[in-house]
């Protein structure tokens, strides 16, 4: 996998917790993935990470779903654990090599989180009680505004360059979270962030992902790009220049891995090495 960051944020980590285990990238086609997970599971493998498509098809594949992944119908990270002596499930990494008997496969998933905290943190925002526009109605915008909602938003604006897309959000909104107000129009006051979850940005010379005529800037405290490369998209700079507190979508990859890697070791990941690996690795800093 050439364009993963993962490994150099993982093993950062993993370094620093003083494990001699290592994070490994693999390519691997959707029809291969059932016989992977079976293949990480009998070579004793501590877990893996999901990325698209395989995060949606895992859900039918992993022994058990932990709730993060049946409330957001994805798998992105995979723990393999044994029974201990006592009879209970234990992590693959907390038990010697000679205590592994029968082995299963849970389902976790960490991304929805890692949005809330990389906007927290990242911007110094607090999600509950905000008015907040989301761009894009895509599999990364859909998920946001879903997470913002249950973490008690108050207000979301839903822009989709398709808005049947942002209507049928907005439905399902209505129905996991009645309190929230959504609109599917831009606001015309003042919000607490704008969040671009389009792909917009990703190349040279692209648009912005909303319409200056209709939204300003000005109108918003913050604005976080879920875009991490290039670093600062035509969407941050501009926020910038109008005086906005920034972030992008580097801190959401990092909270996923971090999460995912408290979720294999039973340990607080040691955020700072991982931030420093991935930053190494993504911006050769
Ligand atoms: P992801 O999983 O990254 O969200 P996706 O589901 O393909 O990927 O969603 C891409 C998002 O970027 C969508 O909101 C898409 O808008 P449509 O739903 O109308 O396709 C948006 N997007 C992609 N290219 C765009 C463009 N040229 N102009 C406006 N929006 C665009």
Redesign the pocket.
């Known amino acids: 996998m050439k364009h993963s960051a993962s490994p150099a944020m993982q093993n950062a980590g993993i370094t620093s917790l003083g494990l001699n285990w290592r994070y490994l990238a693999f390519d691997v086609p959707p029809e291969s993935l059932r016989e992977t997970i079976a293949g990480a599971k009998a070579m004793g493998f501590i877990g893996l990470n999901l990325t698209?498509p395989h995060k949606l098809l895992a859900v039918e594949m992993v022994d058990v779903l932990d709730e993060s992944a049946k409330v957001w119908g994805a798998v992105n990270t995979v723990r393999f654990e044994t029974k201990n002596r006592a009879g209970h499930w234990v992590p693959l990494g907390l038990v010697e090599a000679d205590e592994v008997n029968e082995v299963r496969s849970h389902g976790f998933n960490t991304d929805a989180d890692a949005i809330v905290r990389a906007v927290e943190e990242d911007l110094r925002c607090t999600i509950k009680g905000a008015r907040i526009l989301v761009l894009?109605?895509?599999?990364?915008?859909?998920v946001a505004a879903l997470r913002f909602a249950a973490e008690g938003a108050a207000e979301l604006f839903l822009i989709?360059?398709?808005q049947s897309?942002s209507e049928v959000l907005a439905v399902e909104i209505g129905q996991r979270n009645p309190q929230v107000k959504t609109s599917t129009a831009y606001p015309n006051s003042e919000v607490d962030l704008v969040i671009n979850?389009?792909?917009?940005g990703l190349k040279d010379g692209?648009?912005l992902?909303f319409d200056e005529k209709q939204f300003s800037l000005k109108q918003t405290k913050a604005a976080y790009d879920?875009i991490y490369r290039p670093a600062k998209t035509p969407f941050l700079n501009l926020a910038e220049k109008t005086g906005k507190q920034t972030a992008n979508g580097l801190g959401m990859l990092l909270y996923q891995g971090a999460k995912a890697l408290e979720i294999w070791t039973g340990k607080p990941a040691p955020i700072g090495e991982m931030r420093r690996g991935l930053e190494a690795n993504v911006y050769g800093k």
Do not use: F, I, Q
Request: glycine share 20%; aromatic share 0%; net charge positive.
């Open positions: 698209v894009g109605a895509g599999g990364a915008g859909r989709n360059r398709t897309k979850c389009t792909s917009l692209d648009a992902s879920m």
